[in-house]
């Protein structure tokens, strides 16, 4: 599961948040892509008919509700003290829930997201940890909105909860019983459309599976002591 | 010769592959005991590292452990009595109880390690030749593999079952799966993915490690006391490029700023040569 080092964590917090600062954040223009061709048409707009074209002043400031994307990781501490206000990307919007509900085995989340899960799951967090904070500090600043926050969580949580946990890990556990009895049947197909976490508890049920298998086809040999003592070792 | 509990790992917490698993079973299922009609004889217990085993007398029936009887069936010195189990009619009740609806267990009548222990004595036969004293083995051999496909399904309606009344919501309860006589290999086989959805689950259900909160609806009764203490846990807590939330999130007064301010001054005039990184919080 996500850890500091992990790789796939660190991919999964690459996820483009849409967010909007709650209040003008002052030299942080450059974060909006637009900013710079406002600016131009603003200084056009002023200068009809002079022959200065140089822009300057008041260019710097990131305007309040101004919506921009960045990485997870980027904005993490933001969120958590209120500074902006977050919404959820696409693939965690209601077309997609409902995408999900209707048949969730035929969505392709490899594609989509690979991470979809773990992203999921590290947003969740993020947005219930702004929620408590946001509770605390409820009296000094009234325009935290814990409860949004903490709803938007909850039906994260339930929707991710839903989905991975439903049709889909039924299907995948039907695959990982008959991966390698029908030689005739192609996993790849279903295995395309996982997300990696799926894909992972496909891996190993395969793996277990598989297993047994090939014990019944032909027994087990002897127990080597270097396997063992390596896998002790490490 | 039925072992309802199955004997504590040779190799303790060691994290072994599916395969060495399975391997790890076979050689625990060696030391089940079953009959032997031995066809020599030896006065004098055998002392081993496990027990003692013996006397042997031709033609008297004796009980040893398993890997012991392969040996010497293998080595046409003794005949093995298979187990109670290993029975047509036997198998065939159990293969109707498996297979009866009604029946959401596993039948009670197979040990633990029925497959690995059949398999032992019915290699064991056939390597060791001659007239086999398993009857019927072959038919004996189709029923394991029958009851095996039924319990297999019954396993893979379960977890259906599990996934879709349990799993696939937020609950503060942990979901638990009923294993009750079940088989060795059986569990091998499911085991990795059971184990897995089960982490998921608690992950998903925000009970699992640090990354997952507890749910907002208990944090609401957890108050400020529970707030900052489960707002620290998260991915930059670690970060040395971030400070302690406490000290974010709640301002301290100018006051006490000043006095640690003074503290310091004071303790590098005593400490002359520190580095004065300290005085920056």
Known sequence: ?234 | MASSTPTVSFFGHTPLTPTQSISTSSFLAGDESISIIPSFSHPNPLGLISGTVGPFRAGMDTSVPLWLAVMLRKRKLARIIPPHWMDVEVLKEVLRFERDPREANFSPLLPFRHAEISQSILMACKAGGGDCEIVDGDKIKLLLEDIATVRMDKIRKNVHTLSSQLLSRSSRVQPIIDVTNIGSLEMHAVKSFVVESFRMHRELSGTGSAYSDRNVQDGSQQGAAGGVEAAGRGRLRASRLVRQEEEMEVPRPLEEIEAEEEEDEEMEEDDGGRSRLRRHR
């Not at chain 1, 829930?97 to 209707?102: D, G």
Request: hydrophobic share 35%; glycine share 8%.
């Open chain 1, 1 to 234: 599961m996500p850890s500091y080092y992990d790789i796939d964590t660190i991919l999964a917090e690459e996820e483009l948040i849409q967010i909007r600062p709650s209040f003008p954040f002052s030299h942080l223009s450059h974060l909006d892509p637009e900013s710079s061709n406002r600016k131009r048409r603003r200084v056009d707009k002023e200068n009809v008919g002079n022959s200065r074209t140089s822009i300057r002043g008041g260019g710097h400031v990131l305007e309040e509700g101004t919506k921009i994307k960045m990485p997870m990781w980027a904005v993490d501490r933001w969120v958590v003290l209120g500074f902006v206000r977050v919404t959820l990307p696409g693939i965690y919007g209601s077309k997609m829930k409902e995408r999900l509900l209707a048949d969730p085995v035929s969505v392709d989340l490899g594609s989509k997201n690979s991470h979809y899960f773990l992203t999921g799951l590290l947003l969740t967090s993020l947005l219930q940890r702004a929620s408590q904070i946001a509770k605390r500090h409820r009296s000094r600043s009234a325009s935290s909105p814990a409860s949004q926050l903490s709803n938007l969580a909850q039906s994260l949580q339930l929707s991710l909860l839903t989905t991975m946990m439903g049709e889909r890990l039924r299907r995948n556990f039907d695959w990982t019983l008959s991966a390698l009895d029908a030689m005739e049947d192609d996993a790849s197909g279903h295995v395309e459309k996982l997300s990696f976490l799926e894909k992972r508890m496909f891996e190993r049920g395969v793996e277990s599976s598989g297993a047994v298998v090939r014990w019944r086809d032909g027994g087990c040999g002897r127990i080597g002591g270097k396997g063992v003592m390596k896998g002790m070792a490490a």
